[in-house]
């Protein structure tokens, strides 16, 4: 008798299973590692409720004010009585002012303002400046992977228990300096939270959670193949659950071929002709802009688990995800000549934990006469290709495959260093690999 995966049960028993380890568990740490759009939010959310509900008055750290503005929104829309501190910094403009509108929100600069409250939320930056005479008993941290070791060390000491909740196929934490003099040691401060916390406390206990609510059908398996291989998940969609459709036919160019394909299978690869270019490829930003441009223009609407009515696909639920800031300026100007303004177009490190309907992404390698270790970053890519719902449409130029192949390795091998798994090839030929099943070459 074959068993029917129930990703809602499985999505509950690894909740039960966490949320049991971190109320009555005995050891220092638990460590959660989460896929993209698997619910960390709403995990950090819960337990922080079940924490405060049972007595256990905790402090939480995230590693942006946007992450922490968020989450004190969604704590208070949970539990709208519950006495939230939200500590910030001494900065001109330091919160979300809809924080202002919270009656249980008490916001301060100190933490002394912030004493007994049921739960205080802040940034690891800040809480590496407070000083108090007795530790919380509870501390969760948000985004645990984004968080260098350093940043945990200055924090330790506040708390005695912690929940680590977070994503390991996104981008490594990051640092304006280089790391080598400290690369195989166990004090590395440039390795992330959560890797040093295992180096030195292996016992700790681990879970995973294993549905992505983000990701559709088509894309989960791609993803979790070329990124998580020794932690896999699955969507908590079917293939028949989602839908892309447009009101305004295909005009038989390239772009609309892609829109095309991307809204029947989810993923579609607009490749451009093989050429050396500069990093903001002139020909390739406007492809990119030109997509957007289709995209919103021929009417398209979503429809999803969420609600059986059709939802327009406005500018909002679109992105375009980009490697470097230039890049991301470039297709900006771009988009702003055709007319669109309202869509976010950033870099893969400011999209990372975000969320819409449609994604287009300039590849990271395109048109690129070398293969260097930023651009093979496995996180990098990852970011670009789990920020949809529905569909990813990948813009590159051809030639992309050979360069990996021309380009093995050269990074130096570090004694000590855990090598990441999977390396920047493997996870790019995957991709590229099973986006070649979705091309559609185009010659502008």
Same mark, same amino acid.
């Given at each position: ?5 129930? =990703? ?8 039960? *299973? ?61 539990? =709208? ?57 509870? *501390?969760? !941290? ?55 916390? #295992? ?5 700790? $206990? ?32 079917? $293939? ?8 305004? =036919? ?19 690869? #607009? ?16 492809? !990119? ?18 609600? $059986? ?9 679109? *992105? ?39 994604? !287009? ?20 890519? /990852? ?12 813009? /590159? ?6 360069? #990996? ?40």
């Amino acid at each position: 008798m074959t068993t029917v995966f129930d =990703p809602s049960a499985a999505a509950g028993r690894a909740t039960d *299973a966490i949320l049991h380890d971190t109320l009555h568990g005995t050891a220092r740490g638990v460590v959660v590692d989460s896929p993209p759009g698997a619910g960390k939010s709403t995990l950090v959310v819960r337990a922080a409720l079940e924490l405060a509900e049972a007595g256990h008055p905790l402090m939480v750290v995230a590693q942006t004010n946007a992450q922490v503005d968020d989450l004190v929104l969604r704590l208070a829309e949970k539990n =709208p009585e519950l006495p939230v501190g939200r500590l910030h910094s001494s900065d001109a403009d330091p919160y979300d002012k809809a924080l202002d509108d919270l009656g249980n929100v008490r916001k301060s600069a100190k933490a002394a303002d912030l004493a007994g409250l049921a739960v205080v939320i802040s940034t690891a930056a800040k809480w590496g400046h407070v000083k108090v005479d007795e530790p919380w008993r509870h *501390a969760i !941290v948000d985004e645990a992977y984004q968080m260098r070791s350093d940043a945990l060390l200055a924090v330790a000491g506040l708390f005695e228990r912690a929940l680590f909740v977070g994503d390991p196929g996104q981008l490594d934490p990051f640092s304006i300096v280089g790391s080598e003099q400290w690369a195989g040691l166990a004090y590395d401060p440039s390795a992330s939270a959560v890797t040093t916390l #295992l180096a030195h406390n292996p016992d700790l $206990p681990q879970h995973r959670l294993p549905v992505s609510w983000r990701l559709p059908a088509s894309a989960a398996p791609l993803v979790s193949d070329a990124f998580y291989p020794y932690t896999p998940f699955r969507s908590g969609t079917g $293939p028949g659950d989602r839908g892309l459709s447009f009101a305004v =036919p295909s005009d038989g160019s390239g772009p609309d071929r892609v829109i095309d394909e991307a809204a029947v299978s989810g993923w579609g690869l #607009l490749e451009l002709p093989a050429r050396h270019t500069p990093r903001t490829d002139p020909e390739a930003v406007r492809a !990119v802009a030109t997509v957007v441009r289709r995209l919103l223009d021929r009417g398209g609407a979503a429809t999803s688990e969420r609600s $059986p009515d059709p939802s327009p696909l406005t500018a909002d639920r679109v *992105a375009v995800g980009t490697a470097h800031r230039d890049q991301a300026a470039a297709v900006r100007a771009a988009l702003s000549e055709l007319g669109v303004t309202d869509v976010v177009v950033d870099t893969a490190n400011r999209l990372q934990g975000r969320e819409y309907d449609v994604t !287009v992404v300039l590849h990271p390698l395109s048109g690129r006469p070398d293969a260097t270790a930023f651009h093979l970053e496995t996180g990098r890519l /990852c970011v670009l290709a789990s920020r949809h719902r529905h569909a990813c449409i990948v813009v /590159c130029r051809a030639g992309v495959s050979d360069l #990996l192949d021309d380009y093995p390795s050269t990074e130096p091998v570090q004694l000590g260093t855990v090598v990441k798994f999977p390396d920047g090839w493997e996870a790019n030929h995957a991709v590229l690999a099973h986006l070649a099943e979705h091309r559609v070459p185009w010659r502008p």
